[in-house]
């Protein structure tokens, strides 16, 4: 049965050296955020012999897992239990616990926040106000 790490102990242990972590989001959620040495591999179409085949999981060694809140981390734990993976760990709290502890994430050119489209949303309708503001 997979165990749990906190954010902040994988990140100790990201520091320490070389670790498989898998984030199973989808490329999309990858490309906007995402742990720099974390490799995705979406739950979609998630395939642990593959997987291993290519070299990119080894089930000799710790395999980490994240998502964006554990969820899905966990159905991608299930199926590399069930692929004979014994030491498998999720990140506690996903992507989003990551985020909360303040650790480093590496963003999309451009991507934009939560908080800058807030203020870009304010910006155009200010405009648009002003423009319709002039015309009358």
């Given at each position: 049965?997979?165990?749990?790490?906190?954010?902040?102990?994988?990140?100790?242990?990201?520091?320490?050296?070389?670790?498989?972590?898998?984030?199973?989001?989808?490329?999309g959620?990858?490309?906007?955020?995402?742990?720099?040495?974390?490799?995705?591999?979406?739950?979609?179409?998630?395939?642990?012999?593959?997987?291993?085949?290519l070299?990119?999981?080894?089930?000799?060694?710790?395999?980490?897992?994240?998502?964006?809140?554990?969820?899905?981390?966990?159905?991608?734990?299930?199926?590399?239990?069930?692929?004979?993976?014994?030491?498998?760990?999720?990140?506690?709290?996903?992507?989003?616990?990551?985020?909360?502890?303040?650790?480093?994430?590496?963003?999309a050119?451009?991507?934009?926040?939560?908080?800058?489209?807030?203020?870009?949303?304010?910006?155009?309708?200010?405009?648009?106000?002003?423009?319709?503001?002039?015309?009358?």
């Open positions: 049965m997979a165990t749990l790490i906190s954010a902040q102990d994988l990140h100790r242990k990201l520091e320490q050296g070389a670790l498989t972590l898998l984030d199973v989001r989808s490329p959620e990858f490309a906007r955020a995402h742990v720099p040495q974390a490799i995705n591999a979406p739950l979609t179409s998630l395939d642990p012999a593959a997987l291993e085949q070299g990119t999981v080894n089930r000799k060694k710790t395999l980490y897992l994240m998502c964006q809140t554990q969820g899905r981390s966990g159905m991608a734990a299930t199926h590399f239990e069930k692929a004979g993976f014994r030491k498998v760990v999720i990140v506690a709290g996903g992507m989003a616990g990551w985020k909360a502890a303040g650790l480093a994430i590496n963003t050119p451009g991507a934009a926040t939560t908080q800058s489209t807030r203020y870009i949303a304010i910006a155009i309708a200010l405009a648009a106000g002003l423009t319709l503001a002039w015309l009358i």
